[in-house]
């Protein structure tokens, strides 16, 4: 992998990931663009011990544009976007219009194939090899900051999601704080490591799942199951088999055979309703230990927590949606109306030949 950092008219900075050693990357940023002013500011609620960002700019932010007029495919000819070279492997960027930006964190979006018509379960092995790395070596920059205490790799697929460019790309989220769904976990990982005399939580729950008939499908370093209480009509967990607190710790074994595992799992999502039906809408989320103290979670340290992700639709069944409504939306108790089982059956069912 070849890394090349660059920055935009407007002083944002770019990364460009590349496959090849000897790509050259000395394309200029020829749009006329003023420097990006943000209004982020972060704000905790007293009651619930949550923060929400209040961000007035992401008002004027693209929405929906024509395919020929793609902010992240590559510059051609007189036709600039953001990304100034001709084409590219992998791009990593600062967001025109972040949620968090200086003391209250970064926001930055990952463009994985120049491909516009592509999707992430299209790239080849050695292309989602290559946006793993881009992932893991995000996470360890942002980490430095001083601002951010997690970091959150993310993608957001179809417009039922929410999707406001179609072009294949996630977002990496760097918070100032640690985020209350980590922090759930973490208070339940404390509480079961005081109650069992040090098991360590997730350690029992993958041990769990593993003797179920929830498991999708399995690797000798990763294992993708439906849990027990899934929150989402097909909602799967992956994990990597050796304990890890984040992307940097995976060993080279674990990041050779995510590729294969991890598309895989992506195909199956888009067969999840059978033939003819539109591709599947999801978010693939990675869930990352803080890097900031841990003191409140008492005798926790962050070798505790243990990378995942949890890729989830919220698609129900053909041409219907999952909408949070009344009991999820107001007091966040979830109703799930695929069994977790049949879920599990159904993405085994639908594996490649």
Sequence with gaps: MKKTSTRLADGRELIYYDLRDDSVRDAADRRPLDRTVTTSEIRRDPLLGDSVAVASHR?????????????????????????????????????RFPSLAGDSGRCEVVCFTSDHNAAFADLSE????????????????????????????????????GVTLQHPHGQIYAYPFTTPRTATMLRSVAAHKEMTGGENLFDAVLERELAEERVVLEGEHWVAFVPYAAHWPYEVHLYPKRRVPDLLGLD???RTEFPKVYLELLRRFDRIF???EPPTP???????????????????VREDFALHLELFT??????????????????NVFINDVPPERAAERLREVASS
């Excluded at 590559?74 to 070279?85: A, K, N, T």
């Excluded at 869930?287 to 979670?297: D, I, R, T």
Aim: hydrophobic share 35%; glycine share 10%.
């Design 126 to 161: 050695e292309q989602a090899g290559l946006v793993l790395e881009a992932w893991t070596d995000r996470t360890s920059e942002l980490s430095h900051l001083p601002s951010v205490e997690q970091v959150f790799c993310f993608e957001n697929r179809g417009a039922e999601i």
């Design 59 to 95: 008002q004027g932010r693209t929405y929906h544009p024509p395919a020929d007029e793609c902010p992240l495919c590559p510059s051609e000819g007189d036709r600039l976007s953001e990304i100034p070279d001709s084409s590219y492997d992998v791009v990593v960027f600062e967001n």
């Design 274 to 276: 059978g033939a003819g």
């Design 252 to 254: 080279e074994a674990a």
């Design 314 to 331: 919220i698609r129900r069944t053909s041409g219907k949606l999952k909408f949070l409504a009344g009991s999820e939306s107001g007091m």
């Design 282 to 300: 999801y978010i693939a989320a990675w869930h990352q230990a803080p890097f900031g103290a841990l003191e409140e979670f008492d005798g926790v």
